[in-house]
């Protein structure tokens, strides 16, 4: 069995059919690249393992528990909480909090989440607070912004404001990381320092889904590659299997556009 | 009639004033969140009887609004009988809420879905997000149209007069009907003039207060 199963998954809204059975796995420490054009539904799956949608059918499971069923009746928002953690997203968007401190953006979840319905006494919960600090600034400092702890978003770049959101997504430890074209939004310029902060998690075995459109990045990175086009995977190999020799006619058509205007 | 005597009549008339704009202000901000929930709504009939409602009191005159609570029980035999003050301040209070509630939906509907989606993917519950995430923006995106809004509060006070409520123009009215004097009339503007300014440097100073970030 492996790592992260996704299982016939179809998503459909209102009348258009966004997902059309969406089947694929991944081992742990994998990179895995999903391409692909505007419309093809990889931000949908992506969003459908973060249950920031609900897939019509379909099942998704990680290290052998099932995280979501469709034959399982809807969960209720803690069950879903529970289960999303498996899974942390990083937006095109960014999202940070804007009134928070690059600190805190990075420190409020953990801390909401360990500090949540439990009586501490002052100690304890100074302890708890002390530990997720220091993890915040470790992490902070491995994505190179430990000199930004006390700036706030709007003083940061796009690409530091996109290694603060890396950064607070492994705050809360998720298995699987999973990117939605983490540098679409992002001057051409400031690509690179995102994209080599995800490159470094990759040498410290971090599991990840990136939906992007750097073809060499992911030629590059990616252990897998999948291409989805009209919702469904097209095609899936390893980079040089996809890049080099795709199967599917779409899949050269796609890439040949792609490196016309990179 | 001299400066003092003048002076101490509208002081108390502004006390009242001062009364009626406090403790709307006061009863309406939260009023008008619990209204926002209501328009804002999953459950259809709820929020459709919290919107007819809201645009009921917002498209009538508060004078009227006033006159209806202070006379209505009566009118209608009920054996009701608010006391002047009161009456105006429910009607108020209703009245207030339900343009604070506009404010405070316009506020929360500004906040990008984004902001939301990055609480719920960090494991937040709703709560969380809106209290630890949403609320402090959206504060901070509604002080400029809660200004205009306190500001024509403190205006609005002097409709308590449509039933006797003796708030400040109503004091100066009472002086000069007797004394046939003019500057009273001038005189109360500057109570006006200089409590606005007053609100108006507070207002300023929150917004400055909330500008450490910008977006």
């Known amino acids: 069995m492996s790592f992260l199963e996704v299982k016939n998954i179809y998503k459909s809204f209102g009348k258009t059919e966004v997902l059309k059975g969406i089947d694929f ?6 990179v895995l690249a999903i391409i692909g054009s505007s419309g093809s539904g990889k931000t949908t799956l992506l969003r459908c393992m973060n249950f920031l949608e609900t897939p019509d059918t379909g099942t998704v499971s990680v290290n052998g528990n099932v995280l979501f069923s469709s034959d399982e009746p809807p969960y209720s928002d803690a069950e879903k909480r529970e289960k999303r953690l498996h899974f942390g997203l990083v937006f095109q968007q960014f999202n940070l909090f804007p009134q928070y401190n690059v600190l805190k953006n990075v420190s409020l979840a953990p801390e909401l989440r360990q500090l949540k319905g439990k009586k501490l006494s002052k100690a304890e919960k100074k302890e708890i607070i002390k530990q997720i600090d220091d993890n915040s600034r470790r992490l902070l400092d ?9 700036n706030y978003p709007c003083e940061l770049s796009g690409g530091q404001q996109q290694r603060v ?4 997504a492994l705050a809360l430890d998720p298995d699987i990381l999973c990117f939605d074209e983490p540098t679409s939004a992002l001057d051409p310029e400031l690509t690179g320092e995102v994209l080599r902060v995800i490159r470094e998690l990759k040498t410290s075995d971090r599991t990840m889904i990136v939906v992007t459109h750097e073809m060499n990045f992911a030629r590059g990175v990616a252990d897998k590659v999948i291409f989805m086009a009209d919702g469904v995977i097209e095609e899936y190999g390893t980079p040089d299997e996809v890049f080099g020799a795709p199967k599917s006619e779409k899949t050269r058509s796609f890439l040949e556009k792609s490196l016309e205007n990179p | 009639m001299s400066f003092w005597d003048v002076t101490r009549q509208l002081a108390d008339g502004f006390g009242i004033t001062l009364i009626i704009f406090g403790i709307t202000l006061v009863a309406s901000l939260p009023l008008g969140l619990i209204i926002t929930f209501g328009s804002m709504s999953k459950i259809p009939p709820i929020k459709w009887i919290t919107k007819v409602f809201v645009w009921i ?7 009227l609004q006033i006159i209806l609570i202070f006379y209505g029980p009566g009118l209608m035999n009920w054996d009701i009988m608010l006391p002047r003050l009161t009456a105006v301040l429910v009607a108020f209070i209703i009245n207030y809420s339900c343009y604070f509630s506009e404010i405070y939906r316009g506020g929360i509907e500004s906040i990008s879905k984004g902001q939301y989606e990055a609480g719920q993917v960090l494991g937040m519950t709703k709560t969380q997000i809106f209290f630890k995430i949403v609320l402090f ?20 006070t002097s409709l308590a007069r449509v039933i006797a409520v003796t708030e400040l123009v109503k004091a100066a009215e009472n002086i000069i009907a007797v004394k046939s004097i003019l500057w009273p009339l001038f005189y109360v503007g500057a109570f006006y003039l200089l409590f606005s300014a007053l609100l108006t440097f507070l207002l300023n100073l929150a917004e400055k207060k909330m500008n450490y970030y910008s977006g």
Request: zero cysteines.
């Open chain 1, 142 to 150: 491995t994505v190179g912004l430990s000199d930004k702890v006390n």
């Open chain 2, 137 to 156: 923006q959206v504060i901070k995106r509604i002080v400029p149209p809660m200004g205009n809004e306190i500001i024509t509060l403190v205006k609005d």
């Open chain 1, 165 to 168: 959101a890396i950064a607070r």
């Open chain 2, 57 to 63: 009191i917002r498209g009538t005159p508060l004078m």
């Open chain 1, 25 to 30: 796995s991944m081992e742990k420490g994998e």
